[in-house]
């Protein structure tokens, strides 16, 4: 092998696990993260909001230790976003979603790429419309989790959220 050829070989390699670090493989990934939500919802479980009126709701959710999402306005457009929705048949109606920024973060194994992720707790800042009555909403939030080897498949977890409309 010619000894100009070792760098060009050791960038490809770089770049190949840099891609590999944000790609899931089923075959690789921790089981253990698997079998339970990398990401869980705190609260609030129920609110009281005055119907047919914009109203403010925090949802507080937290990402499992050693692991990042994506943030809602990844870097890349190849990156998936975090994504909060409310079903049109709810009753609740999500008239907009706050995200908060992303925080910097690199792979040890590519340094001189940032990505724009959640980690630890976080806050979405909804303003909801909701019907008068109590409404069940199962919001969903989608996203994908990741650690500094892998990324598992996207994923969306039911939110339950109590809301009545007064």
Do not use: W
């Not at 253990?32 to 869980?40: H, L, M, R, T």
């Not at 109203?55 to 809602?72: D, K, P, Q, T, Y």
């Not at 870097?75 to 907009?96: F, M």
């Amino acid at each position: 092998m010619h000894i100009r050829a070792i760098p060009a070989m050791a960038a490809l390699a770089l770049a190949a696990l840099a891609a590999h670090a944000q790609f899931p493989l089923a075959a690789e990934q921790d089981h253990s993260v698997a079998k339970s939500n990398a990401v869980e919802y705190l609260y609030p479980e129920q609110v009281t909001v005055p119907a047919g009126k914009p109203s403010a709701v925090e949802m507080h959710f937290r990402v499992a230790h050693g692991l990042h999402i994506n943030s809602h306005a990844p870097k890349d457009s190849y990156l998936i976003p975090t994504v909060l929705s409310v079903p049109d048949a709810s009753g609740v109606h999500l008239e907009n979603a706050t995200y908060p920024p992303g925080a910097d973060f690199t792979l040890p194994i590519d340094p001189d790429t940032k990505l724009s992720v959640y980690t630890g707790e976080f806050i979405i800042f909804t303003r909801i419309v909701a019907q008068r009555g109590n409404h069940l909403v199962e919001a969903k939030l989608r996203y994908q989790a990741c650690d500094n080897n892998a990324c598992m498949p996207p994923k969306t977890i039911t939110v339950p959220i109590d809301v009545i409309g007064k």
